[in-house]
């Protein structure tokens, strides 16, 4: 994914005011961050953990995605529907459809949405996380960005 910038990613959501939008938390440590290795940008904000974002390049346009998490119940494993890494940090994250203020989409995903760092291994989730798979690291890939592309286009 390539740098993005704190205007940018602001401009990118597309299921929140655009008052929302510019009140939301984004990340001091962008220029930290780890670009070459990351599919899409995802974090919690850090004030209100039950809120998290998701921004993604998706058909050439950047998607900006507001999502919740809904309450935690009794700790078990899970599996990330984007990445397939199965932990207890895996919730059930739902975004309010775009234009669409009744509606919303779910789908399970790391809480921390460290899905590309789970699965290029520079992020450990625990024994037994990740399967041992026959595709390569970039059908892996590919796979995590169509799954997420999937869910983006059920928002949008």
């Known amino acids: 994914m390539r740098p993005m910038t704190e205007p ?11 008052g929302e939008a510019k009140r939301l938390a984004v990340p001091r ?25 998701l921004v993604a390049d998706a058909g050439g346009a950047t998607v900006g995605v ?6 935690p119940g009794r700790r078990r494993r899970v599996m990330c529907s984007l990445c ?6 895996v919730a059930l994250m739902t975004a309010r459809k775009a234009r669409q203020r009744e509606n ?12 590309s760092l789970y699965l290029r291994g520079k992020k450990d989730a625990g024994p037994g996380s990740r399967i041992h798979e026959s595709l390569t690291l970039p059908d892996q890939i590919e796979r ?13």
């Open 144 to 156: 995590t960005t169509a799954n997420l592309a999937a869910f983006l286009t059920k928002v949008t």
């Open 66 to 71: 507001a999502l919740r998490r809904a309450a």
């Open 84 to 89: 397939l890494t199965t932990h207890e940090d």
């Open 104 to 115: 919303s989409v779910g789908a399970y995903m790391c809480s921390d949405l460290a899905c």
């Open 29 to 53: 440590d962008l220029a930290d961050r780890p670009w070459n290795d990351l599919d899409f940008l995802g974090w919690r904000d850090p004030a209100s953990p039950e809120r998290a974002y």
């Open 8 to 18: 940018e990613i602001r401009a990118s959501f597309v299921n929140c005011t655009k």
